[in-house]
């Protein structure tokens, strides 16, 4: 067996998939177990679609190889203290190292984080601050309308009504979805990874602005401001999505665009 077929990305991610199996076995288990939501399952289709083709068999450069050594010896001396999903982190960052080509392949690398099932970490970690957050900006965004609200954690009052920005309304899965979308529309212009990484930061963003504008405009349609039928609820919601997707998009086009510092060469 040559050298160059030892070291090449076939062999080194078959190795790096035997070495960390326990991820694969707790993927499993979390994606059957009803504990999370299997839309990791549509990231990894896509990462899977748009995993290279080529360059396979090509031997990985050595810088790489120490990195992933590094990588692997992490996540072996953590194994008993760290819980499975920062492994899991660990090992989809390794393929990520072992599959580009060209640098570091952030947007793949993004799809292959949301394949992970961690909505239901995100909900634990991040749920309650991104609902105080929300439940701060649409204080003045009320008071604009001419409604005299206050916020107590993340109740919000006025008059005698109370809504409560419960964790549906943190956006959580508007974030996962907005950034799965972000990362898919950047492997399929194949951005770089400074590209992506601001395409990226742009869609959580534009996420975040549009489920505060939801939980201002639920309020008013759960607090009886806005006489609604019964399903402004859920289209509110999918209204504003729409938009953020629609900024999402327009964002990736833009990214595409040359700069006045990049002229397109012929």
Not at 120 to 135: D, K
């Amino acid at each position: 067996m040559s050298k160059n077929l030892i070291y090449s990305r076939t062999a080194i991610v078959a190795m790096l998939c035997l070495a960390c199996w326990p991820v694969a076995r707790w993927y499993v288990a979390r994606a059957s177990d009803g504990s999370d939501e299997p839309w990791g399952l549509a990231a990894l289709a896509a990462a899977l679609l748009f995993a290279p083709r080529t360059g396979w068999t090509e031997p990985l450069a050595r810088g790489r190889l120490w990195l992933l050594c590094g990588l692997v010896a992490i996540y072996a001396a953590s194994f008993v203290f760290v819980p499975p999903l920062g492994h899991a982190l660990l090992f989809v960052t390794a393929i990520g190292i072992a599959v580009g080509r060209r640098g570091f392949p952030l947007a793949w690398w993004s799809l292959l984080v949301l394949s992970l099932p961690i909505i239901a970490s995100l909900q634990f970690y991040l749920g309650y601050p991104l609902r105080l957050a929300t439940t701060a900006l649409c204080v003045p965004l009320l008071r604009l309308g001419g409604l005299h609200v206050t916020s107590e954690g993340t109740a919000l009052h006025w008059a005698a009504e109370t809504v409560i920005v419960d964790a549906p309304c943190s956006g959580i899965h508007m974030l996962w979805t907005g950034l799965f979308l972000a990362a898919t529309l950047a492997c399929w212009q194949r951005l770089d990874s400074h590209a992506a990484f601001r395409l990226l930061r742009r869609a959580s963003f534009a996420v975040f602005v549009a489920n505060v504008l939801r939980a201002t405009a639920l309020f008013c349609i759960e607090s009886k401001v806005w006489p609604s039928p019964s399903w402004a609820h859920e289209g509110v919601g999918l209204v504003l999505f729409g938009v953020a997707a629609l900024a999402i998009y327009a964002a990736s086009i833009s990214s595409t665009q040359p700069t006045a510092q990049e002229p397109v060469t012929p």
